[in-house]
C-alpha cells in the first residue's frame, strides 16, 4: 500500500485548505483512513477519521467544527477539508490507512499500518 498526502501549504489565519490523500496498493474499500498531525516539538496527534465506507467520520476536539473528512472511493482519495485555520494548526499532516474499518470508532494509532510522507500546513497570524 501508498500512501500520498498533498495539499498543504502557507496560508493565513482564517484560511481554508484542502488536503489529499491518494492510496494504491490494495483494494481501497478494505481500510479506514485516518489523518494525523504533527507539529514541531510536539507528538504526533490524531485529526480525523472515516470509516471502509465513508458514512461515519471522527474528529479531535481540536478541529471539531472546522474540519471535514471525506473519501471518494471511486478515486481512492481521502480528503480533508480544513476551514478557519489557526497558527496552532501549523503541522506536518499525516494520512494513514487501517484495516480496522473504524465502524465502531476511529483505530488506535498503532493499527494503522501504512502511513503517507506527510504535507505541511503552515497557518501564519
Known amino acids: 500500500v501508498q500512501l500520498q498526502a498533498s495539499g498543504g501549504g502557507l496560508v493565513q489565519a482564517g484560511d481554508s485548505l484542502r488536503l489529499s490523500c491518494e492510496f494504491s496498493g490494495r483494494p481501497f474499500m478494505t481500510y479506514s483512513v485516518a489523518w494525523y498531525r504533527q507539529a514541531p516539538g510536539k507528538e504526533r496527534e490524531f485529526v480525523s477519521a472515516v470509516s471502509w465506507s465513508g458514512q461515519t467520520s471522527y474528529y479531535a476536539d481540536s478541529v471539531k467544527g472546522r474540519v471535514t473528512i471525506f473519501r471518494d472511493n471511486a478515486k481512492n482519495t481521502v480528503y480533508l477539508q480544513m476551514t478557519s485555520l489557526k497558527p496552532e494548526d501549523t503541522a506536518l499532516y499525516y494520512c494513514?490507512?487501517?484495516?480496522?474499518?473504524?465502524?465502531?470508532?476511529?483505530?488506535?494509532?498503532?493499527?494503522?499500518?501504512?502511513w503517507g510522507q506527510g504535507t505541511l500546513v503552515t497557518v501564519s497570524s
Open positions: 494513514a490507512a487501517s484495516r480496522d474499518l473504524a465502524v465502531h470508532g476511529p483505530p488506535a494509532e498503532d493499527k494503522y499500518d501504512f
